[in-house]
């Protein structure tokens, strides 16, 4: 197939599909190649932008601190105002998806996970507004009976180790099994796609009445398995007199599914090409240009030919490197994959990584180095390629896991590769 | 038999195939992909028992297209399937399922108005019900003459080119008017269509139903006309999504050493005849105006081939025609496991969202290049549905 795209965006993930957006609402041909979904559908959907900087929790809003961050940080090469649009325009995009996106007006919201901890995050759905909790005075922790990961006592027992929300009385209770008999332990997945149904809803509505009547609260955290869509937990919010907070699960989490099909509906409708099942893993280039990638398929290999190119790639967990001992390279067109400050992997395996799990790891920030308009650089600082941009996970110099900055980072470099890519044609 | 089986390695068990499985999404009996999948191989090669659930697995690949990491999901239940079928005999019901092409062999003496009156009739149906061929399914209708024996009598015009077409059994017994349309289009655009005589059933349905064995055998006899039309030169193309794929993928798969010469190609019908239209040969100029509204489904065995939607695309390029992608994830009945008794509801709740979908649109017909898919959407949809091919024949064809 040689049919020729405007501008070709590699990866589903959180960067490739905000890239593709952005790039078809230019008025470009998009397509979107991908193997595999990225992160985003079996994450909690919440939209980290910066949780803390070396260590230290961020207060207030987190675009205020994003100048503190290195000048080699993915935020500082996008610009606050880069950011703050890039982010206007994911919730744009969500809210129009029914999958509004919204931002506590203190700051950085502290979600509950179904373990017990606090999780600093900026945008949520709805069901994800965490600040409430400072104005509840009793609290129900509801679980269910034949859900996975789901111990209301242990999120009792560890958010009590917290000194905000010790003040809070904690009760805890078990919601009735919704599907006795089942074959599998119970993910809140299965749970919100039964509460997509009437009688799910029923369940739902039903129980959470009579546990208050037994406890009474006045606020209930649950796991996230209120529904698949905006319009369900608007019609749960309702039918519950107190307000309900779901806590961040463990994959499969919902709230991401809920955000990844908002924006897979979102690229259908603006008429973005998808090719799935299909892996990059050549380019074709021509001096400081790439003119196609070459993708591994079910039915051998193909081209695709494009003006501009945006990879969004997902890093090493993404599948965007391929490491062997002593050197990672990206995967596609064979970047060197530097840290932070530029300084290749260090040749020992056992380095890459610190002894202390929540350390400060040298693969978690290494990646693709780029400039302002997410151009991959060479070694000397300039362009490796004019019309090939990166974004998300494979971009290097910051690490996601330990500034809470994943799916910010994927949008706001995901908006400045797309606008660079549409500048090339 | 000594099995090959997939590596499951590459699994971090990150639950993509999990969120994206249409049969775990219907029903909490199949313990989902990646526990039967990856997770659970590690048990099958210590050579503990097989996991209960493993017949749940409709094989429509929507495990393989969501893992971000390369593991083949289905490829690791099939083999799973196998397996289990070389040590418990399967039912009859899953011998008639595998072998549509050799019954229908079996039946080609009779006029196909009795083989329908013999089939199709409610004593029949109740009959197959009882061995777990439901009698709710839509059964398609045998055709009165097999598309390739039709086709064998048929004066093409004298075309410059050749292409080879690889049918498929749904167009061969069941469906020939689409397979002349697609005839009518390359004719159109210069090609004479030859059908080489072994070409016998792809052995998708075989192996979905644990007959592995049998599928070699199948797949032993396609190579070797595969073969031979490369020796020529002459492309082989299929305009059924899963044929494609189980001669692409799932051979070199699960038998590598039947392709140790190379792998011999087919492609898919619908994006030759883009490449047709690319290279001048076909001209989509309309001769009728047909103001329709369409709306399209993508089988799962299309999206997993890696080549986006080509037959999505030549409908787009048709004046007059306003297509939809429906988009709304597997229709259900995946080759044959909707026609199962004990799945058919699973099939039913996994296509719900698509028959909703398309009854919603508002479309006078839907369209879909998978025969299966067809007739499922028929049964769901209560809507007509036809092959992008049959829909661009309409459009280009001049009327008399
Ligand atoms: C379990 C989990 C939970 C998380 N929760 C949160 C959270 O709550 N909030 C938050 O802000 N962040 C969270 N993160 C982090 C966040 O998801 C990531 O930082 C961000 O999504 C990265 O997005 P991406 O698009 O760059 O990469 P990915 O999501 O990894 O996507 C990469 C995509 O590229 C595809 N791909 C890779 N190589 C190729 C190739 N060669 N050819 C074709 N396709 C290819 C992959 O299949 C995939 O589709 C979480 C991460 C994980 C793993």
Redesign the interface.
Known sequence: ???TTDILVVGSGMAGLAAAIVARSQGKRV?LLS?????L??GSGCVDVLGYIDGRAVAGNPLDALDALPPRHPYRLVGREGVETALGLLREVCARRDAPLNAAATGNRRVPTILGTLKPTWLTLPSFQAERLETAETVLVAGIRGLKDSHPALVTAQLRRYPHPARIRWHETHLENP?P????N??P??IA?LVETAEGAAWLISGLHKALRATPADLVLLPPVCGLCGTTWKGLAAAVPVPLVEMAAL??GVGG?RLYTAL?EEL?SLGV???????AVAAECDGGSCRALV??????S?RFEARAFVMAT?GFM??GFQSSPGEAREAVFGLPVLQADGAPLPQRPEDWSDKDIFGSHAFASAGVMVNADMQPLRADGAPALNNVFFAGRSVGGYDFAAEKSGNGVAVATAWRAALSACAQC | MSIHHPTPDACIA???C???CPVA?AT?????PR?VGPAYERFRLLGLGEE??LHYCSNCKNC???????VQVSAINMTARAEYCLAHKPALRDWVLGHGELLARLLRPLPAGLKNFGMLNPLTRRALDRIGISARAPMPAFAPERFRDRLAKTYQGMQPRKVALFPGCFIDIYDPGTGFDLVWALNRAGYEVIIPKEFSCCGLPMIANGFRKDAEKNAKRNLRALQRMRAEGIPVISSCPSC??MH??DVPEFFPELVRDG?P?V??AQ?FL??CV?RGELSLTPENEVAERIIYHAPCHL????????GY?LLRLLPGLRVD?A?AGCCGISGSYGFKKEKYDVAMTVGAPLFDKVRRSGADLSCSECGTCRIQLVHGANRPSLHPVSLLRRVLEKRA
């Open positions: 197939m040689s049919r397509a193997r595999g979904c990225g992160s559908n079996i599907m008999g089942a074959h599998r119970l993910s997945l299965d796609r994959p499969p599914l897979l259908r090409d998808m090719i799935e099942n299909a892996r993708a591994e398929t079910a039915c051998g193909r997902g993404g599948g | 990150c639950t993509a999990v969120v994206n999404r909490p009996n199949y313990l989902g526990l209960a659930s393989d297209i969501s893992c971000p990491h390369g494609v794929l692409n993928q792998r190609q492609l898919d994006a883009l490449d690319e999206r997993a081939q890696g080549g986006g939607l080509p695309e992608n988009d």
